[in-house]
Nanobody
Framework: QVQLVESGGGLVQAGASLRLSCAAS????????MGWFRQAPGKEREFVAR????????YYTDSVKGRFTISRDNRKNTVYLQMNSLKPEDTAVYYC??????????????????WGQGTQVTVSS
């Protein structure tokens, strides 16, 4: 198993930046590709970004391309989501997730085995 703990959320104004972190513990971090998802009130959890086990491949949902960057530091067992030019519609609880052995874009929540508890991001207009 792997345990995931997110941090870095907060309340910011539109146009600001935040960096989310997700620290992993347990099994070897490089067994997992990692994803970020978000869930706004009354909405389904949606895919945001994904990074492969060693960081060589990334994928983003269209609404965050050019604004968000996913990265990972395997020495620190941590994955990051740098969020720039934040918009009110980015407001949500952000979750990191781990996927062992999957291939492809893996944009569905059910494709990930482990989840963190989430961190709130609120963007005011």
């Amino acid at each position: 198993q792997v345990q995931l703990v997110e941090s870095g959320g907060g309340l910011v104004q539109a146009g600001a930046s935040l960096r989310l972190s997700c620290a992993a513990s347990g099994r070897t971090f490089t067994r997992y590709s990692m994803g970020w998802f978000r869930q706004a009130p009354g909405k389904e959890r949606e895919f945001v970004a994904r990074i492969s086990e060693y960081g060589g491949s990334t994928y983003y949902t269209d609404s965050v391309k050019g604004r968000f960057t996913i990265s990972r530091d395997n020495r620190k067992n941590t994955v990051y989501l740098q969020m720039n030019s934040l918009k009110p519609e980015d407001t949500a609880v952000y979750y990191c997730a781990a996927d062992e052995g999957g291939t492809g874009r893996r944009t569905l929540p059910g494709e990930y085995e482990y989840w963190g508890q989430g961190t709130q991001v609120t963007v005011s207009s």
